[in-house]
């Protein structure tokens, strides 16, 4: 593999993503409602009804999953519901660099074909697997990048509008995890499903309609730390992204293969 090559077409991915502002609309929608609601349960609903979150049996019983965690140990009982909240929706923070990741990676390729600019491309000496792997990053590296962004705002909005000590919450190994382990490994699968159904397809909502099948076993989390008290400890996370770690290997090498470039420009013409 070509370093250089790959840096060249990554370039020119990154170039091409400053034309199409409108394709991070979906992860900053999505990043947006993960940072409001956490503060609309936590600070402004309680503050709205003069009702403590404490006072709740429901939120009570919840909580005692969540007892057991050093984080919660200093902290009273609000800024303890508080902290699980805003733990809680890291979950839906990390579908924020998953849906920037389909858009991109999908209408990366598929943009390409329709602008009858991949032919030229695949005539170069680029091979197959700098091809993929600069398509992947073109898409992964900005996904990462919104989602240090919104992290950054996350915790920047716990620290202004939370109890003291809320925030620290959010600087755990278990939400590190979630977001910067857990999150690029589910934003990885779900690209590069994207450019493997984009090999194979004219319409780029094709590509996004199977890439978007990461989201569901991530938003069963999300339900289940919400209604049934589980928690994502550091062990599950290790071990959901080194399952997503092999199923990304799995999905690089099936990209390569769909990747023909004979195939490709027969379908494509």
Not at 31 to 57: H, Q, Y
Not at 76 to 83: K, M, P
């Amino acid at each position: 593999m070509s370093a250089a090559r790959v840096l060249a077409l990554l370039g020119k991915e990154l170039l091409d993503l400053r034309g199409r502002p409108g394709i991070f609309v979906p992860g900053l929608l999505t990043g947006a409602i993960a940072i409001f609601l956490p503060v609309f349960l936590a600070v402004i609903l309680p503050a709205a009804t003069g009702e403590r979150l404490s006072d709740s049996a429901d939120i009570e019983i919840a909580l005692q999953a969540y007892r057991d965690q050093p984080w919660t140990r200093a902290l009273d009982a609000e800024a303890a519901i508080q902290s699980m909240l805003f733990q809680q929706f890291l979950m839906l923070l990390v579908l924020s660099p998953v849906a920037a990741a389909m858009s991109m990676a999908a209408y990366s390729v598929i943009g390409e074909k329709q602008a009858r600019s991949l032919e030229p491309l695949l005539a170069t000496p680029i091979t197959t697997f700098e091809l993929l792997a600069a398509k992947v990053l073109g898409a992964f590296l900005p996904a990462l990048a919104l989602s240090l962004a919104c992290f950054a705002v996350d915790v920047a909005v716990a620290a202004l509008f939370a109890r003291p000590g809320v925030f620290m919450a959010l600087l755990t190994a278990r939400a590190l995890g979630v977001l910067f382990l857990m999150g690029p490994m589910a934003s990885l699968t779900a690209l590069t499903l994207a450019v493997c159904v984009s090999s194979r397809v004219n319409d780029p909502r094709s590509a996004q309609q199977l890439a978007v099948l990461v989201v569901l076993p991530l938003t069963a989390l999300l339900i289940a730390e919400l209604t049934a008290g589980f928690v994502v400890t550091v062990p599950i996370i290790l071990l959901i992204s080194g399952g997503l770690a092999l199923i990304n290997a799995g999905l690089f090498r099936l990209g390569v293969s769909l990747f023909d470039r004979e195939t490709i420009l027969t379908r494509w013409k």
